[in-house]
């Protein structure tokens, strides 16, 4: 049996400007045609759905989350301690299902306490857990102290990285997540890269020889650089943060990173939550990080670094089912809502490695599909007033 989707504007994913009087087939877990509304005569036992002021476009992908974690501003310390893995996995849960009715039909996960995530993911294929499909890294590589330490990946030296890698792949990691400086978990140092240039290259070449991507969270100027030397495969954040704590874009990483053509996910919106959610002082230090940010993601994407959204659900105030915020933060740093759209769908598939099975709405890909009220592609914020989803080609919200 095949579905008829009618919308009035149809985003593709690939970036290309918005289609208007198109109707896409699904059939199984797939589509299988995308053409114009008056080629295609709908037969008896087709299930048809007219959807007048809709835009149709890929489900969402939020390229950085943090399932276990609440996004509501709880403080990391001691509340992540304090929780058990049963209760982090129900956490993870519920994050999922939150996030799959906001239209976001896959999250990477970026780093949970050891194999909670993982056993979520696996529970999701069995089809005992729903919500958003997740993609995991397990848990955060970090140094001894470093960032996120209470999710159980310290390790230090050549030997205690490599080790480190093979294990997480052992337990079935999707792709090994690394803390290449500091961050928000007190008495870490995001001035600071935390690990040296041969521990990293380690860290590549066990994970490549073992069929993994390496990405690494890099708040540091110099923890930027060591990631692009030592040829990891995706960045977080990239803030340029010098010594003095502070964002200073450098041109000449930057122009490294982008000869190199390594994607990097921004996560944007935590300064945008967190201005919404302070006053005074506390709120004057978070407008000048999210300027100097907005400057250095201007600055890699006029240089053609490849920018993916990913919002890091979960972590400080940002939460799941507010996505559309860091598409919006995209658009404030230059693209458009389309370009924006492209950064939550085809182009994170295509830096996965996933291309070929999902985040585009084109004949064999698979039926993930987000309906939003009003056209999206003059108006990002029309991504909150969800329509419908379809999941592997069965309407779920």
């Known amino acids: 049996m095949r579905s008829l989707l009618y919308p009035e ?5 690939s970036g290309n400007p918005p289609l208007h009087n ?4 699904l059939e199984g877990d797939r589509i299988t045609a995308v053409e114009p509304a008056a080629t295609v005569a709908a037969r008896p036992d087709d299930t048809v759905s007219h959807l007048p002021e809709t835009t149709l476009l890929p489900g969402l992908i939020n390229n950085h989350v943090h399932l276990v974690l609440p996004g509501d501003n709880t403080p990391f310390l001691p509340w992540a301690d304090l929780q058990s893995d049963a209760t982090l996995a129900l ?9 799959l009715r906001a239209g976001i039909t896959t999250v990477r996960d970026c780093g949970g306490r050891k194999a909670v995530v993982i056993n979520l993911r696996d529970a999701q294929r ?3 857990a729903g919500g958003a499909q997740v993609i995991t890294c397990g848990w955060p590589i970090t140094i001894t102290g470093g960032h996120t330490r209470f999710f159980g990946g310290e390790v230090d030296g050549i030997d205690g990285v490599t080790r480190m890698v093979r294990y997480a792949v052992s337990l079935g990691v999707d792709f090994i997540k690394v803390m290449g400086s500091g961050g928000g978990t007190p008495g870490s140092l995001a001035q600071f890269p935390a690990f040296k240039l041969e521990e990293m290259r380690a860290i590549v070449e066990t994970a490549h020889g073992l069929g993994r991507k390496v990405c690494v969270h890099c708040i540091a100027t110099d923890s930027i650089r060591i990631a692009v030397e030592a040829g990891v495969d995706l960045i ?5 943060y010098g010594p003095d704590g502070l964002p200073h874009y450098d041109e000449r990483v930057a122009e490294q990173l982008a000869q190199a053509g390594i994607p990097v996910t921004p996560t944007m919106q935590v300064n945008r939550d967190m201005i919404e959610r302070t006053t005074g002082p506390e709120q004057e230090g978070w407008l000048r990080r999210r300027e100097g940010h ?8 006029r240089l053609g670094v490849p920018l993916l959204a990913g919002s890091d659900a979960g972590w400080r105030a940002t939460s799941f089912d ?3 915020k860091e598409l919006d933060e995209l658009a404030s740093a230059g693209m458009t809502p389309v370009q924006a759209v492209r950064a939550a769908t085809a182009a994170v598939t295509a830096a996965l490695g996933m291309a070929d099975e999902f985040g585009a709405i084109k004949p064999g890909q698979r039926a993930d599909l987000l309906i939003a009220h009003g056209d999206v592609s003059t108006d990002l914020s029309y991504l909150q007033q969800v329509h419908s989803v379809y999941q592997n080609g069965e309407l779920v919200v």
């Open 322 to 324: 507010s996505f559309w």
């Open 236 to 240: 977080e954040h990239a803030m340029f």
């Open 22 to 25: 198109q109707v896409v087939v």
């Open 91 to 99: 956490w993870a849960e519920h994050n999922a299902q939150v996030s």
């Open 294 to 301: 907005q400057q250095a993601v201007d600055g890699l994407r």
């Open 9 to 13: 504007w149809l985003i593709d994913g």
């Open 126 to 128: 069995l089809g005992v």
